[in-house]
């Protein structure tokens, strides 16, 4: 039965309900769930089960035609079953919560993308701007003014009234990025305007409410740190409502082409993106990226420039420095296969098991495929959505006193650029000058 369930859902790529007729031990429930089911209850006589089954399906349907739409398709590439799990989670907490998202993951997995689509698929009416603060940047001594604002005369230097963070991000939503960096202290500091979202500004004796969704990213191992002391754990349990965890690139080695093609379009607007020769593609996807998709991308960039003529990549359009020493070159099966089938056998599975459920997703994730689980599941309910459901965008520049300001999307319906120009949505934006953030 499990191993049914693993084989259907494939990784958690399909989706699987399970429903037990008689009452499921808590045991039996956790393992479907480990098998890849999506949902798990039992059939009791009292319940209307299909009000149940049919509640479900709507909520999937609804958030796979998000997954589906230009919207997410063209600005968060990647099918793996990682990535699709990752972003179904993300729609979810974005459309149907309001609640604050703490984002997780690698150096360059994506986590700024993925705060700018939960800002973007909010439903919240009249929603206000993204206002995304570097924590890296907050000096100590300045930090109160950047995210309470200050009154005039507040300190030496302080010759007019100013907003922080806080009061910008008003209605909309703050994006506190690198959180993990926050001192102890400031992180006391913030404990009030988390849970009660009121604060009084630096030098000011009156207390402003405001209401904001938040979110956070940091690549650190944030629990890790609670135990280590290194964060607070009042203010991790306030702001952990949702965590998403976005996976590493080796985690998802079948989105490496695909995101090659992808940045290869952003580079040369107009042109189909070059093919790619088996012996560079066999390197590109062998090869280890500590940094992630931006390695990825900065190599994608240098192999275009380097690279003249319509033939495909090749081998020979590898900077020299990107060349592996001779006879070393990353092979495949490699260390990842093995502990992957390590920890299938450790639970329990036979080889035969193995091969059976993995057939089906060597089918899914051939080279340069781009077909998906969640695509076929998306048109089974009704198709890709239309941009036009989701907010239109807008980009102004920051002007004057509001450093770490960086206003990227806006639901406001005066908004000109209209859904034939979804790539302006995660256009990077100018970077702002108090808060402007180390250079990637
Ligand atoms: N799935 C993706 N599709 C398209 N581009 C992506 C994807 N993931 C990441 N990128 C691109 O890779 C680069 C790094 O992404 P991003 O800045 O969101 O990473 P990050 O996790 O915030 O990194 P860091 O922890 O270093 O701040 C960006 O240029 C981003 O546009
Ligand atoms: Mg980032």
């Not at 480990?34 to 999937?60: C, E, I, K, P, Y």
């Not at 070159?329 to 459920?357: T, V, Y």
Request: net charge positive; charged share 25%; with cysteine.
């Amino acid at each position: 039965m499990l191993g049914e369930v693993r084989g259907h859902s494939r990784h958690g790529l399909r989706r699987v309900l399970a429903i037990g007729g008689a009452p499921l031990t808590g045991e039996a429930a956790f393992a479907l769930r480990h098998a890849g089911a999506s949902d798990v209850f039992s059939w009791l006589d009292n319940s209307d089960t299909a009000a149940q089954v049919a509640a479900r399906l709507a909520r999937w349907a609804e958030i796979d035609e998000i997954l589906d739409s230009a919207l997410v398709r063209k600005n968060l590439v990647g099918r793996s079953a990682a990535w699709i799990k990752l972003l179904r989670q993300v729609i979810e907490a974005a459309t149907f919560t309001e609640s604050s998202v703490l984002i997780l993951g690698e150096t360059g997995v994506g986590k700024e993308l993925i705060a700018q689509l939960v800002h973007t698929l909010d439903r919240r009416r009249d929603k206000g701007d993204l206002v995304i603060l570097d924590c890296t940047t907050v000096v100590p001594e300045l930090a109160g003014s950047e995210f309470f604002g200050h009154e005039r005369g507040a300190f030496t230097g302080a010759s007019a009234p100013r907003d922080g963070a806080f009061a910008l991000a008003h209605r909309g939503t703050l994006f506190l990025d690198e959180v993990g960096e926050l001192s102890l202290p400031l992180q006391a500091q913030l404990l009030r305007m988390v849970q009660e979202r009121a604060y009084k500004r630096v030098g000011g004796n009156s207390w402003q409410q405001i209401d904001f969704r938040l979110i956070l990213a940091t690549n650190r191992q944030l629990e890790a740190e609670v135990v280590r002391g290194g964060f607070r754990r009042d203010f991790f349990h306030r702001i952990a409502s949702w965590i998403c965890r976005v996976p590493p690139l080796a985690e998802r080695t079948e989105d490496i082409v695909p995101l090659i093609e992808h940045f290869a379009r952003e580079l040369r607007p107009g042109q189909e993106p070059p093919g790619i020769e088996e012996p560079l593609q066999r390197y590109l996807v062998a090869r280890p990226y500590p940094g992630n998709v931006r390695e990825l991308k900065n190599l994608t960039a240098r192999m275009i420039k380097r690279h003249v003529g319509s033939g495909p990549l090749t081998v020979g359009d590898l900077p020299e420095d990107e060349l592996p020493p001779e006879g070393a070159l990353p092979c495949w099966p490699d260390e990842q296969l093995a502990s992957s089938l390590r920890r299938a056998l450790a639970q329990g599975m036979s080889l035969r098991e193995i091969s059976r459920i993995t057939k089906p997703a060597a089918g899914g994730a051939s080279p340069g495929s781009n077909r998906s689980g969640a695509a076929d599941a998306s048109r089974q309910s009704g198709g890709a959505i239309s941009l036009s459901r989701l907010p239109p965008v807008t980009r102004r520049s920051s002007s004057g006193e509001r450093p770490s300001r960086r206003i990227l999307c806006s639901s406001s319906p005066g908004c000109s650029h209209g859904p034939s120009e979804p790539k302006r949505i995660f256009r990077a934006p100018a970077r702002a000058s108090a808060c402007s953030r180390r250079s990637k």
